[in-house]
């Protein structure tokens, strides 16, 4: 590369300037409506003071970077993780048995923990279930999908409409919602499938957005902004887990002589959740050993060659995309019965980010660091609530530091592969 | 002739909004002509400029200055020098240290980044939108009677724009830096072999790209004296669709299919009601993509092993 080289001085100043134009004027002012005026003010001292800091820090950075990057080397190194336990670790067969060891935790835990705990745990789950899908679209088969949200909303709204109009239970809902998302995900994939990785993303978040708008405006069918309440929740062969039953069936406590504990209905969900989490572990497990998942992941590494071994990738991508959206339908259907309620707003587009950033951040393609991401980023926000307010802010800052310092996520996992050696 | 007088009424709405659409629509399409990469924080970018705008705005008018022509002037310069530094700070971060690697990577930095600036806004301007009033109120009607009018900002507009494109044309066409940006676009490893420096131009792009956007930015803002920090989303979208409407990586492609997709939704918006109108530049996206993805100028791209 042609690098004119400027004097270390020169670029330091612009640097710590641009740091300045970037900062202050859009944190360092802050627009507040007076009456009818808008007036601009000052922010405070301590974030005019931070800017400056920053801008200091990054002038002195770039005047002695040559410097302190040779510093840094012959600094004394932290122990690195031995190659030989990374590769432990990311070997299928140690990240399965590790993920064996979280089934057991997962089953044991809701007999342990409090309510709370349980109800958390069953957030966490849907995000898992939410990233194991994803991961199979963005993970295996390479498709930058940003309107995955839309899928997770098909699946709510079929379990909702289905029950509020036909008073269709839950586990019938399941499968058809299940297959209602991956319609959707067949008959948007088809045209868009064809088309390069970015087309596919802005196409996929348009698509995310122009489900929320219908869901917003054809309020005679959807009940629009206000959304659909008081949707079934799910019974157990019949059982409902409810205090008193609904006509023509029983309840879960009576059934059983026990006496009522509404704690019962909050594990009964839980274990739901979890039944989906296995199932779409086992599934994925066994589809990326299956021809269609070998082709998935050639595909993301090289569409041509595969074309050139007479792989139809239009056929693949569309299975991929169909399969991850099933998925989110899986997930909409619980979540819509979980909550009881539900609105065009819990389908955004930040969703859509929240579950890339657990797949980004996880590892594409690994599932335990799918799982562990989904754990790490739905639990932060719960527990500290100063953390909420940053949350996305957060989240967008790890996935650009991510791509930057580790683009294979924190936990990826081996491929089966063989090396030449030279 | 009420029928006619109402359709032509539309088209103006359309080309004022389309070609706002059109300049930020440059952005993605010269950052695409080079690098082949979609710059999805381009929307926040808008977002941001509109917001300076709105600052430079309120502040010169808190100390007392109320002529409308110094302060648009006072907007357009302030909110284009710090998208510029925006432009190039994204550039910097989310682009240059992920060349050349696995096309997803650089995407999803770029979202990243995306989220981070939209959030950022969010906390240090709080999520309420904020408004200023009309600087330019009144309009002139072209039908007596004001069955079509033209109003003075939609004039402004027009001027604006066609002065920002002509300017961009010349500077493309004529300025040796646009020619070593041709050169880029056209081959970069060929162009920095007969000394241009491609990383400069790169950044370049990046620059002009948010310049621009920011344009666009002070017109919407001061049409619709309205701005909150989720604006960014919607804009950033619908011009990416303008830019692939007229062939991503031709700017007379962008240009064009900004006015297209402005008429498109204006007629859109009358025939399917105000709440479809953006789900009318979707599907406009998605059918364009389906029939003829290399859009109306557009080359056919040839994929290289």
Known sequence: ?????????KTAFFSALLVLAVAYPVLGLKLTTVGIKLQVHGASPTTLWAIAACAVAMFFWQLFRDRLARAWQSAPRLPKIPARV??????????????????????????????????????????????????????????????????????????????HYYGLGFWTCLPIAGLMAA?????????????????????????????????????????????????????LFGLSFDRVAPEGMQTFHEFFGLSYQSINKVIFLYLIALLLVLFALFVINRLIRMPIGRAWEALRED???????GLNPTVIKLSAFTIGASFAGFAGSFFAARQGLITPESFTFIESAIILAIVVAGGMGSQLGVILAAVVLTLLPELTREFADYRMLIFGALMVLMMIWRPQGLLPMQRPHLELKQ | MPELNHYLQLLIDGLSVGSTYALIAIGYTMVYGIIGMINFAHGEVYMIGSY??????????????????????AAFVASMIVTSAYGYSIERVAYRPLRGGNRLIPLISAIGMSIVLQNMVLLAQDSRGKSIPDPLPGKFDLVAGGAVSISYMQVFIFVITFVAMIGLTLFIARSRLGRACRATAEDLKMANLLGINTNNIIALTFVIGAALA????????????????????????KAFTAAVLGGIGSIPGAMLGGLVLGVAEAFG???????????????LLVLLLLFRPTGI?????????
Request: aromatic share 10%.
């Open chain 2, 52 to 73: 300076i705008a709105f600052i430079a705005i309120a502040g010169l008018a808190m100390l007392g200055i109320d002529s409308v022509a110094l302060l648009t002037i």
């Open chain 2, 297 to 305: 100028l557009g080359r056919p791209e040839v994929e290289k092993v």
């Open chain 1, 86 to 163: 990374s590769n432990t670790l990311t070997l299928p067969s140690t990240q399965r048995r590790v993920i064996m060891v979280l089934i057991v935790i997962a089953l044991a835990w809701p007999f342990f923990g409090s309510r709370g705990a349980v109800d958390i745990a069953t957030l966490v789950l849907i995000y898992v279930l939410l990233g194991l899908g994803l991961n199979i679209v963005v993970g295996l088969a390479g498709l930058l999908d940003l309107g995955y949200v839309g899928f997770y909303a098909v699946g709510a709204y079929s379990y909702a409409l289905l029950s």
């Open chain 1, 183 to 235: 319609l959707f995900g067949f008959v948007l994939g088809f045209p868009v499938l064809r088309l390069r990785g970015d087309y596919l993303a802005i196409v996929t978040l348009g698509f995310g957005e122009i489900i929320r708008i219908l869901l917003r405006n054809m309020t005679e069918l959807t009940g629009g902004p206000n959304g659909i309440s008081n949707i079934d929740k799910p019974s």
């Open chain 2, 214 to 237: 920011a344009v666009a930015a002070v017109l919407i803002s001061m049409r619709y004296g309205f701005i909150n920090p989720n604006l960014g989303f919607l804009a950033g979208i």
């Open chain 1, 303 to 309: 569409e041509i060659a595969c074309r050139a071994l």
């Open chain 1, 1 to 9: 590369m042609s690098q004119t080289t400027h004097s270390p001085l």
């Open chain 2, 269 to 283: 918006a009358d025939v399917f009601g105000d709440q479809y109108k953006d789900v009318v530049a979707f599907t």
